[in-house]
C-alpha cells in the first residue's frame, strides 16, 4: 500500500514539474481581434459616383425625326449611365419654356431642346442659363443672346442645295417651282435658302411660291392644291421636309397633275414614297440617330471638363430610286 501511495505521489510531481515547465499559451493577438474590422473596411462598398441627368425637351413627337431622335437618345443613355428625362412640348413654345423651368427646378446636369420658335426660345435658354445649365440645341437652332453650349445638325443648308440641283437637272434648267416651308424654324430657313440660293442660278427657273405650312402635312396638301390651280405650269414642289412633300404629293396624285417633288428628311415614308418610282423623287437624307448619339456623348464630356465644339455639322445626302434602301 504504502508502494503504490509512493508511485502516485512520484506522478503527481512530475505532472506538476512539467506544467511548470511548459511554455504560457499565447494570448490571442490584438492584430488578429482587428482583423475582422479591417475586412469588413475592405468589404464597405464604395461611394457610388452620382449619375448625370439630363433633360430632352423635343419639338414634337408625332413627328417622325424626333422620334428617332429620342430612340437614339435612350438607347445612347443607357449605355453612358445617363438619366434621360424626355417630354413632348407638341410644337408649343409656352410649353417647352415650363419643361425648361421643371428641368431647372429637378436639377437636371444639362438640358437638350429641340426648338419649337428658333427666336422664342431665348427665355428657356436664358433661364437655364441663370441656374448655372447648359444648353444643348438639335436640329433647330437658337437665336437670341441665350448661351449654347453646342449645336449639332445636319447641314441644312446644303440639302436645300442638293434638293435645288437635283431640280434643276431634272428641269432641265427651266420651269416654275414652289417651296412648301414652315416659318420660325431655323433649320427649314437654311433648307430654303440653300435651296433659292442655287435657284438663282438658272434665269430660266422661277421660285413661284414660298409657303408657311405650320409644319403639317395636312396643311402642306391644301397649300400645294392651291398652288396646282393659282399656277398652272407648276413644274416641281420642293418640299422642305418630309411630311409637307408628301403632304403636297398627295394633293398633286389627287388632281392629277404631272407635277415633281423633291423633299428634305429621308424619313421612312419618304425613302418608301421614292422607291415608288412616281413623281417623289428624292429625300435628302439626315442622320437623327447620330445627331442624337454624338449630342448626349458631348455632354457627358463637357461635364467631365473636356472642350467640345459649339457647331456641329452632319453632311446630308440624296437617296433616289438608284440607292433607295
Known amino acids: 500500500m504504502k508502494k503504490t501511495i509512493f508511485v502516485v505521489t512520484i506522478l503527481m510531481v512530475a505532472g506538476l514539474l512539467l506544467s511548470a515547465c511548459a511554455p504560457e499559451a499565447a494570448a490571442p493577438a490584438e492584430a488578429e481581434e482587428a482583423a475582422p474590422a479591417a475586412e469588413a473596411e475592405e468589404a464597405a462598398p ?11 425637351s423635343m419639338l414634337s413627337r408625332t413627328h417622325t425625326f424626333y422620334k428617332i431622335m429620342e430612340e437614339g437618345l435612350d438607347d445612347e443613355a443607357k449605355t453612358l449611365g445617363v438619366e434621360l428625362i424626355s417630354v413632348d412640348s407638341e410644337g408649343d413654345i409656352a410649353s ?25 426660345i431665348e427665355p428657356a435658354i436664358k433661364l437655364a442659363n441663370d441656374a448655372g445649365i447648359p444648353v444643348f440645341t438639335m436640329d433647330t437652332a437658337a437665336t437670341g443672346e441665350g448661351a449654347v453650349v453646342s449645336h449639332m ?6 440639302g436645300g442645295v442638293l434638293d435645288a440641283e437635283y431640280a434643276a437637272d431634272v428641269l ?42 405650320k ?20 413644274a416641281l414642289v420642293f418640299g422642305t421636309g418630309d411630311p409637307f412633300g408628301l403632304g403636297a404629293m398627295t394633293a398633286i396624285t389627287a388632281a392629277n397633275r404631272d407635277v415633281k417633288v423633291v423633299s428634305l428628311d429621308g424619313l421612312p415614308e419618304g425613302i418608301a414614297e421614292v422607291k415608288k418610282g412616281g413623281n417623289f423623287l428624292i429625300t435628302v437624307a439626315q442622320d437623327p440617330d447620330l445627331i442624337a448619339r454624338s449630342t448626349l456623348q458631348n455632354i457627358v464630356k463637357y461635364l467631365n471638363g473636356e472642350e467640345v465644339e459649339s457647331l456641329i455639322l452632319i453632311s446630308p445626302y440624296v437617296i433616289d430610286i438608284n440607292n433607295a434602301p
Open 46 to 56: 464604395a461611394e457610388e459616383a452620382e449619375k448625370i441627368v439630363v433633360g430632352f
Open 215 to 234: 409644319c403639317d402635312g395636312a396643311v402642306a396638301a391644301d397649300q400645294t392644291a392651291d398652288l396646282l390651280v393659282t399656277y398652272p405650269d407648276l
Open 153 to 158: 445638325a445636319t447641314d441644312n443648308y446644303a
Open 96 to 120: 417647352q419654356l415650363n419643361q425648361t423651368q421643371d428641368f431647372i427646378a429637378q436639377g437636371v446636369d444639362a438640358i437638350i431642346l429641340t426648338p419649337v420658335d428658333s427666336a422664342g
Open 172 to 213: 432641265d434648267g427651266k420651269g416654275q417651282v414652289a417651296i412648301i416651308g414652315c416659318a420660325g424654324i431655323e433649320s427649314i430657313g437654311q433648307r430654303t435658302a440653300g435651296f433659292e440660293d442655287t435657284m438663282a442660278e438658272y434665269p430660266d427657273i422661277e421660285v413661284v411660291a414660298v409657303t408657311d405650312c
